[in-house]
C-alpha cells in the first residue's frame, strides 16, 4: 500500500525548486510511478485523439506537451540513479522496463491517429499565427514522428516495435555488462612497490578502494571508461602498466568460463544488424544514414568527409609523436618497442624535457573545492552572474551528492547544481550530466535540477582530493552542459534544456573548457592546497606552449572512435558481421587508424556511447560541435574575452535559447556568419 498511496512520484515534489524528495523514494516506488505513469499518459494521447474537434495546435501540440509528467518525473529520477548508484534491484527493474518504455514510446509514436493530427496541423502551419517557438515545434514533431515511423504499414509497424523492444533490451544489457566486467576487472595490487610514480594521494585512494571490497592491506585501481587510464603517465613499473590496459581492453571481450555473462560481442553484432534493419524499414540504406538525416550534419557523407580529412594528418603526427618517444625509450636503454602502455608514460618524459611541464607537478594546485568553487562557479559568476550556495539541508540521491542552490545576479532563483564526483562501484564509468527539472513556461516550470556525476577516485578520510589536469578539463566541460540545462529558457518541454541535436548538444560544454586556463580565471582557483601559493605562472606559459604536443595521439584515438561508431553503422541490412574483433581491425586499418601503439579511446565491447549510451551513428558530434567551439574561443579572444557583456551575449543568443530554434541558426545569429574550420586545424596541430 505504501508503494501506492504514498507514492512520492505521484504528485509534483513540494520541496525547493520541486528537488526530487530523495529521502522519501525507496526502491518500491519505481515500478508503480512507472506503470502509472504509462497508463496516464496513453490516456492522455487518446484523449487528443478521441475528440471530435478538428485538429489545432492547441488541443494536439499543446496537448501532447503537457502529457506524460508523471513517467517523465520517475525517469528523470531512476535513470540517474541507476547511472550513478546502481544495484541489483536497479539493473534488474531497467532490464524490466527497456522493453515496456520501448513499446510505450512507440505506442505514441506510431499512433495513426495522432500522426494524421499532426500532419493536418502541419499542412495549415502557415495560415496559424503563432511565434516562432511554437511552428518550430510543429516542425520537429512532424519530422521525428514520419523518422520514427508514423507513415508506415501495420505490419512493418510490428516489425518496427519489434525491432526496438529488442534493442532496447539488448542496449541495457551491454550497459550492465560493462558496468560489471568494469568492476571485475579492476586491478588488484599486492605490493605498494608496484605503484611507485604515484602521487600519495593516489595511493591512498587506491588503498581506500580496497578496503572498501574487503581487500585489506591491497591495493585497488578502478577502471576508468576510456582506453587509456590516467595512471599509465606515472606508473613506472611497465608490467603493472601493461596489466592496467590489458585489463581495460578487456572488457566485454572474455570468453573464458568468468568472464563469458559479460561478453558484449554478440550484443554488437545483434545491435548493429538490428539498427540497419530498422533503417532499412523506414526508407534508409544505413542506420548512420538514418541518424544523421535529423541531425545538423544531414548526411553519413558529411560526417565522413569532415573525418577523413582529419584522420590522414592526425595518424601521421601521431607515428612523428612516436618516433620521438621510441628514441627515448632508446636513450634510456630500454630495449624494446614502445607499446600502447608505454605511450603516456615516456609522453610525459618528452613533454617534461622539450617543455618543462609536469603536468604531475600541477595537481596539489588543483583541489576539489577549490576548483569547483573559486574556478567553476566563479567563471560562471563573471560571465552570466550567478552565484552558487550550498544547501546541505537539501538532499541528494547518494550521500556524497551535493547541493547547490542557483540564483541569478539580481537574486532571482535560477534552480539547483547537484555534483556527485566520486567513482564507486555502482556508478557507471565517465563523466554525464542530467536534468532532474527542466525548465517549460507551459507546464509552469520556471526553474530548473541539473547534475553532474564524475569519476574521481576518494582519497582516505581526512586527505585533499587533488584532481589530475584532465579531470579540471572534464568538470569544466560537464559543467558546460549543467549551464546550457539551467539558462536555457522555453515555452514546451521539448526544447528545455540541452534538448538540442545531438551533434550540438557537446558545444555548450567545449566552449566552457575554455575558462580553464583563463588568466582570471586560473588565477582565483589554482591554488596550492596547502600553502595557498598561486600556481607558478611560468608552469602556465609552458602548458600553453605545449598545446598541441601529443595532439596526434589523442586526435587519432579520438577519430578511431568516432570512425568505427561510423563504420558499425554504415553497413547495410544485408551485412552480416561474425567477428567483431576484425571488423574493428578492417575499419581501422581502412582509414589508416590501425597504429598498435595507438587504440581506439573505446574499443566496441565497451563503446558505452554507441551501444548504449544515445551516441549511435553520432560519437562524430565531438569533433563536429568542436568546429563550433574552437571558432567561438577566437571570438571571445576578439572581442575582450571574460566580460559580463560577452556571456549575456553568448548565453542569449546560443545557451538561452535552448532548442526553441535550428542551432546553425543560432549560431549565425550569434557569429555573423558560419563556423570557420581553420581554428580547429590549428588547435589539434593538423594544418
Not at 610525459?348 to 574556478?375: H, I, S
Not at 588568466?519 to 605545449?546: C, F, K, W
Request: charged fraction near 25%.
Amino acid at each position: 500500500m505504501a508503494s501506492t498511496a504514498n507514492n512520492p512520484f505521484f504528485t509534483r515534489s513540494t520541496l525547493p525548486y520541486q528537488l526530487p524528495p530523495f529521502a522519501s523514494i525507496t526502491d518500491e516506488h519505481y515500478r508503480p510511478a512507472f506503470l502509472r505513469g504509462m497508463t496516464e499518459q496513453l490516456a492522455e494521447v487518446s484523449a487528443i485523439t478521441g475528440t471530435a474537434d478538428a485538429p489545432s495546435f492547441d488541443n494536439t501540440l499543446v496537448a501532447l506537451e503537457r502529457s506524460g509528467q508523471m513517467l517523465a518525473r520517475v525517469s528523470a529520477v531512476f535513470f540517474n540513479k541507476s547511472s550513478s548508484d546502481s544495484s541489483d534491484f536497479t539493473n534488474e527493474l531497467e532490464e524490466e522496463l527497456a522493453p515496456l518504455l520501448a513499446a510505450h514510446a512507440d505506442a505514441i509514436r506510431l499512433d495513426p491517429a495522432l500522426y494524421a493530427r499532426l500532419k493536418a496541423v502541419h499542412e495549415q502551419r502557415s495560415s496559424l499565427t503563432l511565434d516562432g517557438e511554437s511552428l518550430y515545434l510543429i516542425n520537429r514533431y512532424f519530422t521525428e514522428f514520419t523518422l520514427a515511423g508514423a507513415g508506415l504499414s501495420d505490419d512493418d509497424k510490428q516489425s518496427l516495435r519489434d525491432i526496438n523492444s529488442r534493442l532496447s533490451t539488448l542496449t541495457t544489457r551491454f550497459e550492465k555488462n560493462l558496468l560489471a566486467d568494469t568492476n571485475e576487472l579492476a586491478l588488484v595490487i599486492d605490493d605498494v612497490a608496484e605503484l611507485d610514480g604515484l602521487t600519495d594521494g593516489e595511493i591512498s585512494a587506491a588503498a581506500e578502494a580496497a578496503r572498501e571490497r574487503q581487500l585489506d592491506g591491497k591495493y585497488l585501481i578502478n577502471l576508468v571508461l576510456p582506453t587509456s587510464h590516467p595512471y599509465l603517465a606515472s606508473l613506472t613499473d611497465r608490467g603493472v602498466r601493461e596489466r592496467l590496459l590489458a585489463a581495460s581492453r578487456a572488457r566485454g571481450i572474455r570468453s573464458d568460463a568468468t568472464g563469458a555473462a559479460n561478453d558484449n560481442r554478440p550484443l554488437v553484432i545483434e545491435i548493429t544488424h538490428l539498427r540497419a534493419q530498422r533503417a532499412r524499414l523506414l526508407g534508409f540504406d544505413s542506420h548512420a544514414a538514418y541518424v544523421t538525416a535529423d541531425e545538423t550534419a544531414k548526411s553519413p557523407d558529411a560526417v565522413w568527409d569532415l573525418l577523413g580529412r582529419l584522420a590522414p594528418n592526425a595518424a601521421r603526427n601521431a607515428r612523428v609523436e612516436q618516433a620521438d618517444l621510441q628514441a627515448v625509450v632508446d636513450a634510456e636503454g630500454g630495449g624494446f618497442e614502445l607499446a600502447a602502455w608505454d605511450w603516456a608514460f615516456y609522453t610525459e618524459k618528452v613533454r617534461q624535457e622539450k617543455y618543462d611541464v609536469d603536468t604531475a607537478a600541477m595537481r596539489p594546485y588543483f583541489e576539489l573545492e577549490n576548483v569547483l568553487t573559486n574556478g567553476v562557479f566563479y567563471a560562471a559568476n563573471q560571465l552570466y552572474g550567478l552565484t552558487f550556495t550550498a544547501k546541505p539541508e537539501l538532499v541528494g540521491w547518494h550521500p556524497e551528492s551535493r547541493v547547490f542552490e542557483v540564483t541569478t545576479e539580481e537574486g532571482s532563483a535560477l534552480g539547483l547544481y547537484i555534483g556527485d564526483f566520486y567513482t564507486r562501484d555502482s556508478k557507471r564509468g565517465g563523466a554525464w550530466m542530467n536534468a532532474l527539472v527542466s525548465q517549460s513556461a507551459l507546464l509552469g516550470t520556471d526553474t530548473t535540477v541539473v547534475c553532474n556525476n564524475l569519476n574521481v577516485s576518494k582519497p582516505a578520510a581526512g586527505q585533499p582530493t587533488l584532481l589530475t589536469y584532465d579531470q579540471v578539463t572534464t568538470l569544466f566541460h560537464e559543467f558546460g552542459h549543467a549551464l546550457h540545462g539551467l539558462l536555457a529558457r522555453a515555452t514546451y518541454p521539448k526544447f528545455s534544456g540541452t534538448n538540442v541535436y545531438r551533434d550540438f548538444v557537446e558545444f555548450p560544454s567545449q566552449v566552457n573548457e575554455m575558462w580553464m586556463l583563463w588568466p582570471e580565471i586560473l588565477s582565483n582557483y589554482a591554488r596550492h592546497h596547502q600553502t595557498g601559493e598561486a600556481m607558478p605562472q611560468q608552469l602556465v606559459d609552458r602548458i600553453q606552449a605545449s598545446s598541441t604536443f601529443n595532439e596526434g595521439f589523442l586526435t587519432s584515438e579520438y577519430l578511431a572512435a568516432a570512425l568505427l561508431d561510423q563504420a558499425w553503422h554504415r553497413i547495410d541490412a544485408d551485412t552480416t558481421v561474425a567477428d567483431v574483433v576484425r571488423f574493428e581491425a578492417d575499419a581501422l586499418a581502412s582509414v589508416g587508424l590501425d597504429n598498435p601503439a595507438v587504440p581506439t579511446r573505446y574499443a566496441s565491447t565497451y563503446f558505452a556511447h554507441t551501444f548504449s549510451g544515445g551516441y549511435d551513428a553520432g560519437y562524430y558530434s565531438y569533433i563536429w560541435s568542436e568546429v563550433l567551439d574552437a571558432d567561438t574561443v577566437e571570438w571571445f579572444r576578439e572581442n575582450g574575452g571574460l566580460t559580463r557583456a560577452n556571456g549575456d551575449r553568448f548565453r542569449d543568443r546560443l545557451l538561452g535559447v535552448g532548442g526553441t530554434q535550428d542551432p546553425l541558426e543560432a549560431y549565425r545569429h550569434w557569429r555573423g556568419r558560419d563556423a570557420d574550420l581553420q581554428p580547429l586545424l590549428d588547435r589539434r596541430g593538423l594544418n
